[in-house]
Every structure is written in structure tokens, then in C-alpha cells.
């Protein structure tokens, strides 16, 4: 089993910077992948960005790339979301989420997830 906590959403207003942090816990050697989803009121849960735990190229939705950087420090099992230039269109609640398998952009690839913290942009 693989436990993830999710901290430092808020509120922020529009052009505004946030930094998420995902702690994991427990079979940490087990796991491939780990991604940041967001889900909006009324929508669909979305892939915003993933990273392997032992190291590669991070991956991002085309709605966040250049502005949401994905980053991880094994030395403290955390998994950290720069969020810059925030739009009111990221507001959201945003999930830590891990996989022992392969690479997928679909939350059905993950076994694994944390509660959420929300994220409000002002406009």
C-alpha cells in the first residue's frame, strides 16, 4: 500500500504562484509513477503533470505546460507542483496520485490517490 497526503493549495488571485506538495508513505519502492489530476466542479477528473519516482522526463497537459512544473525529492518522499501564472481556469481540487505500473494520463492508471487540496484563483 502506498498512503499520499496532499498540502499547500488556497486561495490566490489570477497571475498568482501556489506550491503543492504530495508526502508519500508506505511500499514506496514499489511505485513507477506520479501525477497531480485536478478536477473542477462539474467536471471530469484531468491528467495535469506526472514524473517517475526514480527520475525521467516529467509530462504535462497542454493547459499547464510552461506555466506548472513537477518536480520530486526521494530523500523526503515528496512530489511538489509549482503552480505560475495561475488562471482562474485552474481552479480546482488537485489529487496526488501514484501507479506501480505504466505511464497513463488516465485515472484509471492509478492505484493509488490522496484526498485533494483545493485551489481557488480569483479573477
Known amino acids: 500500500q502506498v498512503q499520499l497526503v496532499e498540502s499547500g493549495g488556497g486561495l490566490v488571485q489570477a497571475g498568482g504562484s501556489l506550491r503543492l506538495s504530495c508526502a508519500a508513505s508506505g511500499r514506496l519502492y514499489s511505485m513507477r509513477y506520479l501525477a497531480w489530476f485536478r478536477q473542477a466542479p462539474g467536471k471530469e477528473r484531468e491528467f495535469v503533470a506526472s514524473?517517475?519516482?526514480?527520475?525521467?522526463?516529467?509530462y504535462y497537459a497542454d493547459s499547464v505546460k510552461g506555466r506548472f512544473t513537477i518536480s520530486r525529492d526521494n530523500a523526503k518522499n515528496t512530489v511538489y507542483l509549482q503552480m505560475n501564472s495561475l488562471k482562474p481556469e485552474d481552479t480546482a481540487v488537485y489529487y496526488c496520485?501514484?501507479?506501480?505500473?505504466?505511464?497513463?494520463?488516465?485515472?484509471?492508471?492509478?492505484?493509488?490517490w490522496g484526498r485533494g487540496t483545493q485551489v481557488t484563483v480569483s479573477s
Open positions: 496520485a501514484a501507479n506501480t505500473k505504466n505511464w497513463s494520463l488516465r485515472t484509471s492508471g492509478y492505484e493509488y
Open positions: 514524473i517517475t519516482w526514480t527520475g525521467g522526463t516529467p
